[in-house]
């Protein structure tokens, strides 16, 4: 699976933390009854996952402020292409660790 990230994270641990659960959340979609993550926190999901896996997710943006983060991008496989948008509110204000998430599936387009 190919990876494309926002580029726009270096300077931020908390953007690069929000960037990287977005991909964690993007490839997990793909994949029936998979986990988002080892860590204990809700993951509620608006919209459909889907039946295979990734060929290509890629982040748009990846931004973090105060106590909450979000990110967007794509996710492609084969010809087909599907929106999402993750919004992630931390536990504290480091942003090193989720409280809780939420995930926005778009419709496919082509």
């Known amino acids: 699976m190919k990876i494309v990230r926002s580029g726009t994270c270096g300077n931020s641990p908390k953007n690069a933390f929000v960037e990287e659960l977005a991909i964690q959340v993007a490839a997990a979609l793909g994949k029936s009854g998979a986990s988002?993550?080892?860590e204990?926190?809700?993951v509620r999901i608006?919209?459909?996952s889907f039946d295979a896996r990734?060929?290509?997710i890629v982040v748009f943006?990846?931004?973090s402020h105060?106590?909450?983060g979000a990110a967007n991008g794509?996710?492609?496989w084969g010809d087909k292409v599907l929106g999402f948008a993750v919004s992630v509110t931390f536990k504290t204000l480091k942003g090193d660790r989720a409280e809780s998430v939420k995930v926005y599936v778009g419709t496919e387009k082509t």
């Open 54 to 56: 990734p060929d290509e």
């Open 46 to 48: 608006y919209g459909e």
């Open 61 to 63: 943006q990846a931004i």
């Open 36 to 38: 988002v993550s080892d």
């Open 66 to 68: 105060g106590k909450a």
């Open 40 to 42: 204990d926190y809700p």
């Open 74 to 76: 794509e996710v492609r």
